[in-house]
């Protein structure tokens, strides 16, 4: 292997341990705000934020609703549970021709971040 291709190789392999370094860095700098973060959060603040993403959230793809109206939203606010110290899981259901159950996952450090799962 000639100096002309190894120095563009260890340039490269140099640059992809840095990202990993980083992106290692990032996500355990994430995981410990949301711990920080956790405590201070109130469970209206979670509903409040469930609610407007629900509300705010092209419904077809995951619920099969064309949207969500607060009528057919049901949180089990008694159910909120503090998970891994970095968010909260929400049950709730969604009302209409027939029930459906999810959970949602809202991180601690970013209520607008939440994905959802079927129950």
Request: proline share 4%; charged share 20%; net charge positive.
């Amino acid at each position: 292997m000639g100096k002309s291709v190894f120095i563009p190789l260890l340039a490269v392999v140099c640059m992809g341990l840095a990202f990993a370094s980083y992106s290692s860095w990032e996500k355990n700098n994430e995981i410990q705000q949301d711990r920080l973060t956790c405590p201070l959060i109130k469970p209206e603040q979670i509903i409040s934020s469930l609610e407007r993403d629900l509300l705010n959230k092209p419904a077809e793809a995951f619920f099969h609703k064309s949207r969500i109206t607060i009528g057919a939203l049901h949180i089990a606010s008694e159910s909120i549970q503090l998970e891994q110290g970095t968010h909260y899981s929400v049950p709730f259901t969604i009302t209409g021709r027939m029930e459906r159950k999810y959970i949602a996952f809202v991180r601690c450090s970013d209520l607008k971040d939440i994905t959802y799962n079927k129950s």
